[in-house]
């Protein structure tokens, strides 16, 4: 229980125009893994439109396995 509200305080600490690196959970199929990028849009469930080289993708909170503020 203690690893959600981790991860739901640093989602929420996150804000547009942070540079992120997130891990998603291997089920979503998504290449590459982990993915590097911008936040453009974040809603209040800590769902998030990250901007990455290869173009915009939208990131669910219940994918995230982890997630590192990058500097810049």
């Known amino acids: 229980m203690a690893l959600f509200q981790s991860l739901a ?3 929420k600490a996150l804000a547009v125009g942070h540079r992120v ?3 998603l959970r291997p089920e979503t199929g998504r290449f590459p893994n982990p993915v590097e990028g911008h936040i453009t849009e974040k809603d209040e469930a800590g769902n998030f439109s990250l901007a990455t080289d290869r173009g915009a993708v939208a990131v669910r909170a219940g994918d995230i396995l982890s997630i590192t503020r990058l500097p810049g």
């Open 9 to 11: 305080d640093t989602l």
């Open 21 to 23: 690196k997130v891990t």
